[in-house]
C-alpha cells in the first residue's frame, strides 16, 4: 500500500497527520491544535470562534462544554478543530441552536441534500452527558433528503454522552469520501478509516466490526445502515442498534458521503466541566429518586410507550387503516399485557437515565439484538397497516433497524401503498405479484426489505409517500398522510388539536415532538397541569379546541420542547410532559455553566433555535402554504369514540395566523419581522431570507 503523506501547516502546531488519500486511513494526533483557515462567516456582530492555540486540546475554556467543533471534509480528507467562545455559546448552547447557526452560514441555499455540498452536524446538547437522568440527547441536522428544508432528528442512548467524553461538543461534516469510510475519535485522535469491508452490511454486523477492529467492545457505534448506502428518502441512524435519529431520511445523507459509521471512546466525565459540580450531582440523586414518584415516568418505567396503545385506542386516537379510523377492533392482541407476555425480556435504558424507557425483546425464542418495537412502530406496522400480529410488528421493527430506516415513515408509506392498492391505484403487475392490502402481514414485511434495497415496487416506495404519490398518480395524493414530504406520527390531531398545529407548523415537517400533547394539560388538578404553571400556562383547555388561548399554550410550550433540544434533555424528563420540575432545569443548567439564566431566558433560546430552522426553510422556498395538513385530517373518523370528528378547517386556519402572531411573524407567508429576529439576536439572518417587514 502506498502512503501519501500530507504536511498541514495550517492545520497543526504540534502533530502528525497522515492521509492514506484514496479511501484509506487518515489519521490526526491532536496534541495541541490551531485553527487557522477560513473561519465560520460572522455576520454583524454576531460573535463566532476562537483562533486561540490550545496548549491542552482538553482545556476548558467555559463551564459545562468542552467548547470544541471537530471539522471533517471526507473530499480532501481535512480534519480540524474549532473553539466556541462563550458569547457565542450562550446564543447557541448546542444541540438544534448550534447545528441551526452552523447551516444557515455554511450550506449554500438549495443545495441538493443527496449532493457532497450538503452539510451535516452532529450536536450534542448543552446538557448531554450530566449526571441528571435523560440529559442524554445530540441533535442530528442536514438539508433533508425528504423534504428538501430544514432537516433535524434527536436522539439518546450513549454515542451523545461519549462523544463528550471525548473532548467535542459537535461534529460538522463536509464532502463525499471516494470510498466507504468511518470516523474512529478516541480522546485525543481522530481517524477517518476505510469502511469497504463494511458496506452492505446489517447493522449489528457493522457494529461488532468495528468494535473488533478496534479492540474495545465499550465503543460507541453510531451509523446508517444498508438503506443509508442506497439512499432510501427516510433512511435513519441509530447508536449502539437501540437508539435512533430515525427521521427526517438523514441516514442518506450520511450513505450519500459515503461515511458509513462514527465510532466514539472517550475517558472525561461531565462533572469535570461544570462549574457547581457538587450541586449538578445532588440533583441527579434527587431526580432519580423521584421517577417513581411521578406518574408518567413511572409509568414509562414499567410499560414504556407501548403502554400507549390500550388507552389511545380506547379514547379513539389510535391511527388505523392509514388513519382513516381512529380505533383499532384487534387492539388487545397488540396492547401491554400482551407485548409483556410474549415478547417483553428486559427493561434498558440511556446514559445515566433512571426512567429506563426501553424494552427489549424476544422473537421464536432469541432475544433481539435491535431492542423492541416502541409505540410508534407497534402504531404503524400494526392498526394503521390493520395488523394485529405483535410476533409480525417485532419482526417488522427488527428489519428496519437493522436496515436502518425510519419506522414511522416506512409503516405510514407501506399503509399508503395499500390504500392505494385498494384503491385500484396500483395493482399486482405494480408490486411484482404482492397482494398489497391492509392486513397482509406478510406483504407488509416483504415490501421493508424491498424498500431498504431499492428492488422493485420498494424503489417508488424508498422516494416517501409524497414522491411515490406523484408517481403513482391520479387520487393517491389523498392517501399520502403528509407534511412537507415527512409521514405523520401515530397520533390523532382529530383528537388533539394542538399535535395538528404541531405536524403542520414544525420545520422539519409532520413532527410530534413539538408541543406536550393537549391532554397533558386539559385537567388543572393533574401533576402535569400544575408543573406547567411556572412557564405562564395558566388555564386548563379542552384537548380537542383551537383559538386564542390554545395558540398562547403553543408559543410558550414550543419553545420550551424547543429548548430540550437545544441543551439535550429528553422529552421523556421535564415538565409539563413529565417529571422534572421547570426549576430543576434551569439548576440543571446554571449549575454547569454559571450562567443564571431565567426561565424567560432560557426559552429565548428554544425560541432563537426554533427561528433558524424557519428561516432556513424560508430561504429554500417554504411559506405558510406548506404549513398545512393532509385533507384527510379535515374530513371525520370513520370510527371509534370520535367517529366523524374532524379538524375544523376554518378554526385552524385562524388560528394558524393567531400563532404566527404571537411568534413575531407577518402571517401572509409566516416571515419573521425585523423586530423579532432583532430581539432574538438574528438581524444578521435578514438577509438571507425575503423582505422582512
Known amino acids: ?25 487518515v489519521f490526526l494526533m491532536l496534541i495541541g491544535v490551531k485553527y487557522l483557515g477560513d473561519s465560520m462567516p460572522e455576520p454583524g456582530n454576531t460573535p463566532g470562534f476562537s483562533d486561540d492555540v490550545l496548549d491542552n486540546p482538553m482545556e476548558i475554556i467555559m463551564y459545562g462544554t468542552t467548547a470544541k467543533v471537530l471539522r471533517v471534509d471526507l473530499s480532501t480528507c481535512s480534519i480540524e478543530i474549532e473553539t466556541l467562545e462563550e458569547d457565542f455559546y450562550r446564543l447557541y448552547p448546542g444541540g438544534k441552536a448550534l447545528a441551526g447557526y452552523i447551516l444557515l452560514n455554511e450550506l449554500p441555499a438549495h443545495t441538493d441534500a443527496l449532493s457532497p455540498q450538503n452539510v451535516m452536524v452532529f450536536a450534542n446538547g448543552l446538557l448531554t452527558g450530566a449526571p441528571v437522568s435523560t440529559a442524554t440527547r445530540y441533535v442530528v441536522s442536514a438539508r433533508s433528503p425528504l ?16 462523544l463528550k467524553m471525548a473532548g467535542f461538543e459537535a461534529i460538522v461534516v463536509k464532502g463525499r469520501a471516494v470510498e466507504p469510510v468511518y470516523l474512529w475519535i478516541h480522546d485525543n485522535q481522530v481517524e477517518i478509516r476505510p469502511a469497504e469491508h463494511l458496506w452492505g452490511r446489517m447493522t449489528a454486523e457493522v457494529q461488532e466490526t468495528i468494535r473488533t477492529e478496534l ?24 447508536n449502539d442498534l437501540r437508539h435512533f435519529n430515525g427521521r427526517n431520511g438523514l441516514g442518506a445523507v450520511m450513505g450519500s458521503k459515503n461515511l458509513r459509521a462514527i465510532a466514539v471512546r472517550g475517558e472525561k466525565r461531565y462533572q469535570t466541566l461544570a462549574k457547581d459540580p457538587d450541586t449538578l450531582m445532588a440533583l441527579g440523586r434527587k431526580l432519580a429518586k423521584a421517577v417513581r414518584d411521578h406518574p408518567q415516568s413511572w409509568d414509562l418505567q414499567l410499560r414504556g410507550t407501548p403502554g400507549l396503545v390500550e388507552p389511545l385506542n380506547a379514547a379513539g386516537i389510535l391511527p388505523t387503516r392509514n388513519f382513516r379510523q381512529g380505533s383499532f377492533e384487534f387492539a388487545d392482541n397488540i396492547k401491554w399485557e400482551m407485548y409483556e407476555k410474549t415478547l417483553l425480556t428486559a427493561r434498558r435504558s440511556c446514559y445515566a437515565c433512571a426512567v429506563r424507557c426501553k424494552r427489549e425483546v424476544a422473537l421464536d425464542g432469541q432475544v433481539s439484538q435491535y431492542g423492541g418495537p416502541e409505540y410508534e412502530t407497534l402504531g404503524s406496522f400494526g392498526p ?11 419482526r417488522a421493527n427488527e428489519l428496519c433497524n437493522a436496515y436502518m430506516l425510519d419506522t414511522i415513515s416506512m409503516g405510514v408509506t407501506i399503509s399508503f401503498a395499500m390504500e392505494c392498492f385498494e384503491h385500484g391505484l396500483i395493482g399486482l403487475e405494480d408490486t411484482g405479484g404482492i397482494d398489497l392490502r391492509f392486513g397482509n402481514t406478510k406483504a407488509m414485511l416483504q415490501m421493508i426489505e424491498l424498500t431498504a434495497n431499492r428492488k422493485g415496487f420498494g424503489n417508488i416506495l424508498a422516494e416517501g409517500s409524497r414522491r411515490a404519490a406523484e408517481k403513482i398518480g391520479g387520487d393517491a395524493h389523498f ?6 414530504g415527512q409521514e405523520l406520527a401515530m397520533h390523532e390531531p382529530r383528537g388533539k388539536y394542538n399535535v395538528g398545529m404541531g405536524y403542520a407548523i414544525s420545520e422539519i415537517g409532520a413532527d410530534h415532538l413539538v408541543v406536550p400533547h393537549d391532554p397533558t394539560l386539559s385537567n388543572p388538578e393533574s401533576i402535569q397541569f400544575k408543573s406547567a404553571l411556572p412557564l405562564g400556562i395558566e388555564k386548563a383547555l379542552p384537548p380537542r379546541s383551537l383559538g386564542e388561548e390554545k395558540m398562547q399554550h403553543f408559543y410558550v410550550l414550543e419553545k420550551w420542547v424547543s429548548l430540550e433540544k437545544v441543551i439535550g434533555y429528553c ?13 430543576d432545569v434551569l439548576t440543571s443548567i446554571n449549575a454547569a455553566t454559571g450562567w443564571n439564566l431565567t426561565i424567560d431566558e432560557a426559552l429565548m433560546i428554544g425560541e432563537r433555535a426554533t427561528n433558524m430552522a424557519r428561516i432556513f426553510n424560508l430561504r429554500e422556498g417554504f411559506s405558510r402554504k406548506d404549513d398545512t395538513l393532509p385533507e384527510r385530517l379535515f374530513q371525520g373518523l370513520e370510527n371509534g369514540p370520535l367517529k366523524g370528528n374532524a379538524l375544523p378547517r376554518d378554526e385552524f386556519e385562524t388560528s394558524l395566523s393567531i400563532l404566527y402572531g404571537k411568534k413575531g411573524w407577518q402571517t401572509e407567508k409566516g416571515i419573521p419581522t425585523m423586530d423579532k429576529l432583532n430581539s432574538l439576536s438574528l438581524g444578521w439572518t435578514a438577509g438571507l431570507i425575503p423582505l422582512v417587514p
Not at 147 to 162: C, L
Not at 222 to 237: P, S, T, Y
Open 147 to 162: 423534504t428538501s428544508g430544514y432537516g433535524e432528528s434527536e436522539a439518546g442512548g450513549f454515542w451523545g454522552p461519549e
Open 479 to 484: 392517501f399520502a398522510m403528509q407534511v412537507k
Open 571 to 583: 422529552f421523556f424528563g421535564p415538565a409539563p410532559r413529565s417529571y422534572i420540575p421547570v426549576e
Open 215 to 238: 479492540g474495545d467492545d465499550k465503543i460507541r457505534v453510531l451509523q446508517c445502515g444498508i438503506a443509508g448506502e442506497n439512499l432510501v428518502r427516510f433512511a435513519g441512524i441509530t
Open 1 to 25: 500500500m502506498k502512503i501519501h503523506f500530507l504536511v498541514e501547516s495550517l492545520l497543526i502546531t504540534h502533530g502528525i497527520y497522515a492521509c492514506y488519500r484514496w479511501g484509506q486511513v
Open 384 to 394: 394503521n397497516c390493520g395488523i394485529s400480529d405483535l410476533q409480525a410488528i417485532a
